[in-house]
């Protein structure tokens, strides 16, 4: 009997050693938030200026070839800034759409717009929060208001994982992608194949 009961309890040990660590990768996420705060999404054929203040000064430049630079970096820093100035919103949002969560328990609020920068598309979501989970990524659906795993599997773009379940967050899509085809933003659960939030993205007009 005590033999018994000994290998009782040392199951019970190797259960626990062995679902802790399970146990607390699928739990804490709901308890703790990942903040992000990135900033606006720029284009990647910013002009790079000759010499900013702070820059290191190569050798054998004399003091009037440095001030020379200065200016010229002065000049085209401030050429730039009149045609995009700091802070300005990129070219122009392709399409947007508001978060709401799944269900009563899946929450998520904010924005998701699809900004063009550069030529390039860029997603990115603003004033965002979603309920935390396991291994969350960041996917487009062509389904316009996924609720379940089947309505995800009519046809989806997965992006990324998603980097934070609060706060501002750029991601880049593919060059080919098509918003007429891929019509929701969808944050998804890929252990459990569940959906936290979705955003319709309407086009701009």
Request: aromatic share 10%.
């Given at each position: ?58 050798e054998g430049m004399t003091q009037q070839q440095v001030e020379e630079r200065m200016k010229e970096a002065s000049k085209a820093q401030t050429a730039a800034e009149e045609v995009m100035p700091v802070g300005a919103v990129p070219e122009r949002f392709v399409a ?110």
């Amino acid at each position: 009997m005590r033999r018994l009961l000994r290998r009782y309890w040392w199951a019970v040990a190797v259960l626990v050693v062995l679902g802790a660590p399970i146990a607390w990768y699928l739990g804490s996420p709901l308890f703790i938030n990942r903040i992000v705060d990135e900033p606006f999404p720029t284009s990647t054929g910013a002009p790079a200026f000759p010499m900013s203040a702070g820059a290191t000064i190569p050798e054998g430049m004399t003091q009037q070839q440095v001030e020379e630079r200065m200016k010229e970096a002065s000049k085209a820093q401030t050429a730039a800034e009149e045609v995009m100035p700091v802070g300005a919103v990129p070219e122009r949002f392709v399409a947007r759409g508001t978060f709401a969560g799944a269900d009563d328990f899946h929450k998520g609020e904010g924005t998701a717009t699809v900004y063009r920068v550069g030529g390039d598309l860029t997603l990115r979501f603003e004033s965002f929060k979603v309920t935390n989970g396991p291994d969350l990524h960041v996917i487009l659906t062509k389904h316009t208001a996924p609720r379940t795993r089947a309505d995800v599997m009519q046809g989806y773009l997965e992006l990324a994982a998603l980097k934070g379940n609060v706060g501002s967050q750029n991601y880049p899509l593919p060059k080919d992608t098509s918003l007429t085809e891929y019509r929701a933003v969808v944050i998804y659960c890929r252990p459990f194949h569940v959906v936290f939030a979705t955003a319709p993205l309407k086009a701009s007009e």
